[in-house]
């Protein structure tokens, strides 16, 4: 299996300095926009990836696009949602291959010549005495210099080696006055309806847990603790006959799926009740049910963990989620129905070529969140809280995959599931984007931004991602032009001016409503409506 997360380069070459104006680190899709809003306003970008990959989960599975409303929705983003349109013969396609994303995303790379710098892998960050960032070092020795540098990681690891505050896992209610963050027991979604004995030996506690189940007590509703939603790897899944058969990993383990085995037989099969039609008749295949490719409780380790450790939490991912279709597809304990269904499905043979068919990014949900001035919470998910400074919008719900699999009253149960509605979308403030000026001065973060648990899971999507990523890089352009690179004193009248006029959505209004374009032309012929400058830092 040609899949891996990290593997020690070899130092073939000497150090080396690159010089740009801004240096993102990250190539996912919130990266590959923010470089490209940045080489339009005619800044010379240095994208630093550290996989030999692009895109993200863009690219690599998340096809079917957790949109929300998608007339909050604007800029960038939504240019590629058009070329895909495009592509597909429409005006607008949201459902897409991952392939046909690939390429639109490689194409703007070559059209507005960012430099892309593949597998350089962040090991450490020079910085001055005036907190700011002076050079991002890789493995290879290499070193990156730029006036000011965005973070467009999943994990936030140029923000966390720079010296920011940041913060992993989930916080008590009573932190930011919240109902759904911390411990969440009782969902009735992603959950068991059918008893599963959890011990080896039915009835016998003595004879050892299952796997998967862990021995973390139950918990208290809205308890704070250091757990991360689960991850998993969202697969291009197709019926048709040159379909790529589930693969069997080497060491696969039957014993690992006895939790399955049991909960099939008592009736219950929905490991395909997500997988959503996407063209080319392909699918795209997610998480569903108590049971399915989330491997719960198996993520904690990454936010903090090395390089190596990585591996190792991406190695188990990838052997647990071939080894389930395996077991699904081959294990003569199930009903035949199963065993056939799943025989229908295999792996799309045009995706993911350059690995084995397999998508080489795990979707890491959630790792580190910086802590700012201002932390992006429940209440201005629920639209409680007037936002002066907004870069930028979400709306889907709050979505936090499972936690923990747990013995509860005798019983296994899945912990941590959230789905709870947004009213209407909502504003992002820039404060959430940008550390504390103690802290650094010249960093600025589009995907762990300044977010409470339960805010984080709503706006912790890709197209949410891709939105920040352009304000982003139209804040660091600001900051360069204006602010001595400091990206604390841009004027947000300025931003403002700047976003909208690239038809970036900030405020419901705004959202494809004529009111949005009035707004803008009294903006650019006035007034500005706020100065950051004015904001408690």
Same mark, same amino acid.
């Given at each position: ?239 048709? #006959?040159? *379909?790529? !058969?589930?693969?069997?990993? =080497?060491?696969?383990? $039957?014993?690992?799926? &006895?939790?399955? @085995? ?68 081959? #294990?003569? *304990?199930? !009903?035949?129905?199963?065993? =056939?269904?799943?025989? $229908?499905?295999?792996? &799309?043979?045009? @995706? ?72 209407? !979308? ?112």
């Amino acid at each position: 299996m040609r899949c891996k997360y990290y593997y020690p380069l070899k130092k073939d070459h000497e150090s080396r300095t690159y010089t740009s104006d801004i240096c993102i680190y990250g190539a996912t899709a919130s990266g590959i926009v923010a470089a490209v809003e940045a080489a339009r306003s005619g800044k010379k970008v240095n994208l630093v990836e550290f996989s030999r990959f692009i895109g993200g989960m863009t690219t690599s599975g998340l096809s079917a696009t957790d949109i929300g409303d998608k007339d909050a929705i604007g800029g960038i983003t939504l240019e590629f949602h058009k070329e895909l349109g495009n592509i597909y013969g429409t005006e607008e396609h949201w459902f897409f291959e991952p392939h046909v994303a690939l390429s639109i995303l490689r194409d703007w790379l070559e059209r507005y010549k960012v430099n892309l710098y593949r597998e350089q892998r962040l090991m450490s960050v020079e910085m001055s005495p005036e907190r700011r960032i002076t050079g991002l070092i890789t493995e290879s020795g290499d070193i990156f210099r730029a006036s000011v540098y965005i973070d467009a990681t999943y994990e936030g690891d140029l923000m966390a080696a720079a010296g920011v505050a940041y913060t992993s896992g989930r916080e008590s209610n009573e932190v930011y006055g919240e109902a759904f963050s911390g411990v969440h027991l009782g969902s009735p979604h992603h959950n068991f309806t059918r008893f599963v004995d959890p011990y080896r030996i039915p009835g016998d506690i003595y004879s050892g847990l299952l796997p998967g189940i862990c021995t973390y007590p139950p918990g208290i509703n809205g308890e704070g603790d250091d757990l991360i939603q689960a991850y998993n790897f969202r697969l291009c899944l197709t019926k048709k #006959d040159n *379909r790529v !058969p589930f693969p069997k990993p =080497a060491n696969y383990d $039957k014993f690992r799926y &006895a939790l399955a @085995e049991r909960y099939i037989n008592m009736g219950i099969f929905d490991i395909f009740d997500l997988t959503v039609p996407l063209p080319g008749g392909k699918a795209d295949h997610n998480n569903w049910g108590a049971v399915n490719t989330d491997n719960i409780g198996k993520s904690q380790g990454w936010p903090e963990g090395s390089y190596e450790e990585r591996q190792e939490i991406y190695q188990d991912h990838l052997d647990y989620q071939q080894g389930l279709f395996w077991f699904l597809l081959n #294990d003569e *304990r199930l !009903p035949k129905r199963v065993r =056939a269904m799943t025989a $229908k499905w295999g792996l &799309a043979p045009d @995706e993911f070529t350059d690995t084995d068919n397999w998508p080489p990014q795990l979707y890491v949900r959630e790792a580190r969140r910086m802590i700012s001035d201002y932390v992006l919470t429940e209440s201005d998910v629920l639209g409680k809280n007037q936002i002066e400074d907004s870069v930028g919008m979400g709306s889907f719900k709050m979505d936090s995959h499972n936690c923990k699999r747990i013995i509860k009253n005798g019983r296994t149960i899945n912990e941590g599931n959230i789905e709870v509605a947004v009213p209407a !979308p909502y504003s992002i403030p820039y404060r959430t984007l940008r550390p504390k000026r103690t802290e650094c001065v010249n960093l600025i973060v589009s995907v762990c931004i300044s977010a409470s648990h339960v805010a984080f899971c709503s706006m912790r999507m890709e197209s949410t991602f891709m939105v920040l990523g352009q304000s982003a890089a139209a804040a660091a352009v600001l900051a360069i032009d204006k602010a001595d690179a400091v990206v604390q004193d841009i004027s947000y009248s300025d931003l403002y001016n700047k976003l909208i006029s690239n038809n970036q959505y900030l405020r419901e209004a705004e959202a494809g409503a004529e009111e949005y374009e009035r707004e803008g032309k009294r903006v650019r012929a006035g007034e500005p409506p706020i100065d950051i400058r004015r904001i408690s830092r």
